[in-house]
């Protein structure tokens, strides 16, 4: 299991095939194209996270990270009018479970409190 479990859970959701009516890699296997919170939010608290918000499993892909498509292709209509949204991180890579071990959450710089008055 690599370092970052969350991690091998969340790449066995998007690897799965039975899953691809609402979660896919893209064709290139190097993003993330994902069009139900509801059923992404199911499926992690199948795996025991204990997600209930879209805003709290976005700020969770965050916090590793990913990043949304930075223009208009990070939010799609398909032919069935279902929005994807589509994710991106250099090491969230089909075919590249090995990669997930550097995948790390990031952590906010110290706060400097030398100039705080004694």
Do not use: C
């Not at 990070?74 to 890579?93: A, K, P, T, Y």
């Amino acid at each position: 299991m690599p370092r970052r479990p969350e991690m091998a859970f969340k790449y066995a959701i998007y690897s799965n095939e039975g899953n691809r009516s609402w979660i896919r890699w893209s064709e290139t296997g190097d993003k993330l194209l994902m069009g139900s919170w509801e059923l992404l939010i199911n499926a992690l608290n199948g795996l025991g996270f204990g997600a209930t918000q879209r805003t709290s499993v976005m700020k969770n892909f965050y916090s590793y990270g990913f990043k949304l498509e930075s223009d208009s292709r990070s939010r799609m209509l398909d032919e069935n009018g279902v929005e994807w949204i589509i994710l991106q991180h250099d090491h969230f890579v089909r075919g590249r479970p090995d990669l997930l071990k550097k995948i790390k959450r990031r952590t906010p710089p110290p706060h400097d409190n030398s100039s705080l008055p004694l």
